[in-house]
């Protein structure tokens, strides 16, 4: 009877430094599929209005693809360049002009060398407050000034529900 009492304890014991890890568990925010869809969209009409013929990507919390879209008429490699955009904006938490601007002012800086980033503008991290959920990247108008104008569009549309 006393082995069968241990066993009991010892899982009674078990459970209660169990159940207080899952309680403090953080909530994780993400970015909707329904969102991105939208911000990509946004960014794509904004260029398109203005003559330029774009891709865009939205990547999420870890730099995955949530939406993309080629624009009709575009270059091959800006699907791509979108992509690493996105994904460098959402990597260092900031703009991707911001990285390309670190990498001209320490050239040899290693980060450059990392696989799926660029040094190049035209992204911006999607936040809800200071955390970044994602981060848009857009590719194909003539110069990352203007990429990154459309990005922050699609970013805008959606302001109200990033918050």
Do not use: W
Not at 77 to 102: I, V, W
Not at 119 to 129: D, T
């Amino acid at each position: 009877m006393q082995a069968g009492f241990r066993l009991i304890a010892a899982a009674a014991l078990a459970t209660a430094f169990a159940l207080p890890a899952q309680a403090e568990l953080p909530a994780k925010k993400y970015l909707p599929a329904a969102l991105a869809a939208t911000i990509a969209q946004t960014a794509y009409e904004t260029c398109l209005q203005q003559g330029y013929h774009v891709s865009i990507h939205v990547v999420g919390d870890e730099g995955q693809s949530i939406a993309a879209l080629r624009g009709d008429g575009t270059s091959p490699h800006t699907f791509e360049n979108s992509l690493r955009k996105a994904y460098t904006a959402r990597t260092f938490r900031s703009p991707s002009g911001d990285f390309a601007q670190r990498v001209k002012d320490n050239p040899t800086t290693g980060a450059v060398h990392l696989a799926g980033v660029i040094a190049a503008q035209g992204a911006l991290p999607i936040k809800i407050g200071d955390e970044v959920i994602g981060a848009v990247g857009v590719s194909g108008a003539p110069g990352g000034e203007k990429d990154e104008a459309c990005a922050k569009a699609g970013i805008e549309k959606v302001a109200d529900q990033l918050k």
